[in-house]
């Protein structure tokens, strides 16, 4: 849906560095989703917030990911020191309630390529 | 915990044929829901459908429909007189709830639908 920003499109790193991923939710929603597909699998839930909470994050990698959703401005999912394995697209996900029950608003993704 | 199974990785058809994409789910929550979303060569996923566990009735909309049957967990997509542009890949999702809150989309692997002249 195009109401969910997420910038940049594509995105090389090199190993080692980090990576920002930027979601805008759809206005008016405060509840945010971001999930990873990797090649050739389908997507995978990494962790929900609202803002200024993380609410869920049992799909997030233990170390070198974290992601919030400040008062202001976008929910950022970040990855310290990229490997290759990273190399995925990041799909968020917003939604105006609590629960996912209407349809999953989202953004067109970033494709993290990690070289 | 919660899975969901579209056994067909690949499917190839000749344009206008009919295809029906599987899809097979496990929950224990008696409330869920059930997602249909396309994906495109061009990578953005196409919200389909969303259907929720108490209503079973079939769905048309246009060369799409659906067919939710509880007893077989299952939830199959047909698309009537394929088209090239219908090409892409096809994901089946379940709604499960999580513990502090909110819920999560548990997708199935993917169905890539190839549709030929």
């Known amino acids: 849906n195009a109401g969910v920003m997420q910038n940049p499109r594509h995105l090389v790193r090199r190993r080692g560095q980090e990576a920002r991923l930027r979601c805008s939710p759809m206005?008016?929603?405060?509840?945010v989703y971001w999930y990873r597909q990797l090649p050739e699998e389908g997507l995978k839930f990494m962790v929900y917030l609202q803002k200024e909470n993380i609410i869920d994050e049992s799909g997030m990698p233990k170390e070198r990911f974290s992601a919030e959703f400040p008062k202001e401005g976008p929910s950022i999912l970040r990855i310290q020191q990229v490997v290759r394995g990273d190399s995925a697209a990041y799909f968020c996900?917003?939604?105006?309630?609590?629960?996912?029950?209407?349809?999953?608003?989202f953004g067109q993704g970033t494709r993290l390529t990690v070289v | 915990a919660q899975k969901v199974t579209q056994a067909q990785t690949e499917i190839s058809v000749v344009e206008k044929e009919d295809v029906t994409l599987d899809c097979v789910y496990e929950t224990r929550d008696t409330t869920y829901y059930l997602f249909w979303y396309k994906q495109p060569p061009s990578g953005e996923l196409v919200f389909l459908i969303r259907r929720n566990s108490f209503d079973e009735q079939n769905e048309i909309s246009g060369r799409y429909s659906w067919n939710f049957q509880k007893s077989t967990s299952s939830f199959n997509f047909t698309i009537t007189a394929s088209q090239v542009v219908d090409s892409a890949v096809y994901f089946c999702a379940l709604s499960e709830a999580l513990t502090g809150g909110g819920n999560k989309l548990t997708f199935g692997t993917g169905t890539q639908l190839k549709v030929e002249l």
């Open positions: 206005k008016g929603h405060s509840h």
């Open positions: 996900a917003s939604s105006p309630l609590r629960v996912l029950w209407t349809e999953a608003f």
